[in-house]
């Protein structure tokens, strides 16, 4: 499975948009993209995935370079409770090998 | 609709001691994994069960023996618990049968936290 690099840390102004950048340069043709968040010591939460296309729900947006070399996470209003870790994960769809490998992840500080 | 439920949420052991965390998943889900969480570090996955029978090593097996007891349940055993198995430890679920992407996304618990002292 594919391996991640995101940074370590970034701030946001509350009601401003955050973006979170993921390299992603050895994914495979069938490697989806996945990210999550884990607020303090929760359970981390599903946000939004992608495969080739842009994507976007009610939480986020996600932007897939052409290549599919990195990825860009959006959160378009930050609000204080959008502090957390997000992790950015590459790994194959339902039908292939279902392990996924979370790393480190970016930890986003929202402030007022 | 309760989702993935752990227990138990707290427990402390002492070296050497074994025990069991539980794990259940009421959406129907087909696969369920087990992750360990150290202070400051992401998720290391421990072992996984693609679907009911089976079962395999994921990234830091060692130490820990896993049952898939039927579709809902997935326990993972520490036989002889260590101070380096502190650590809190996350069960998840996915349905692994997403026909509409394809996708494989993970629903988490809300965790176990272990000290072993």
């Known amino acids: 499975d594919a391996k991640t690099t995101q940074p370590p840390s970034m701030d946001c102004a509350e009601g401003r948009a955050a973006n979170l950048p993921c390299n992603h340069s050895t994914i495979s043709g069938n490697e989806y993209v996945y990210w999550y968040r884990q607020i303090h010591s929760q359970g981390p939460q599903y946000i939004i995935h992608g495969l080739k296309n842009n994507e976007t729900n009610e939480m986020a947006s996600l932007i897939i370079t052409e290549d599919r070399k990195s990825s860009t996470l959006i959160l378009p209003h930050a609000t204080l409770r959008d502090t957390a870790v997000y992790y950015c994960i590459v790994g194959r769809g339902a039908g292939g090998y279902n392990k996924l490998i979370f790393g480190a992840g970016t930890r986003l500080a929202v402030h007022p | 609709n309760a989702g993935v439920t752990q227990t138990p949420k707290f427990q402390v052991l002492k070296t050497g001691q074994s025990m069991t965390l539980q794990c259940a998943q009421d959406?129907?889900?087909?696969?369920m994994y087990w992750y360990r969480q150290d202070p400051g570090m992401g998720l290391r996955l421990i072992y996984y069960?693609?679907?009911?029978?089976?079962?395999d090593k994921g990234e830091v097996p060692n130490g820990y023996n896993v049952s898939r007891l039927n579709k809902r349940e997935f326990s993972l055993r520490l036989e002889s618990a260590a101070p380096s198995q502190t650590s809190v430890y996350f069960c998840?679920?996915?349905?692994?049968?997403?026909?509409?992407?394809?996708?494989?996304?993970?629903?988490f618990g809300a965790g176990s936290r272990l000290t072993v002292l």
């Open positions: 069960s693609a679907s009911e029978g089976t079962t």
């Open positions: 998840a679920s996915s349905l692994s049968r997403d026909t509409l992407s394809g996708a494989n996304v993970l629903t």
């Open positions: 959406m129907n889900h087909n696969s």
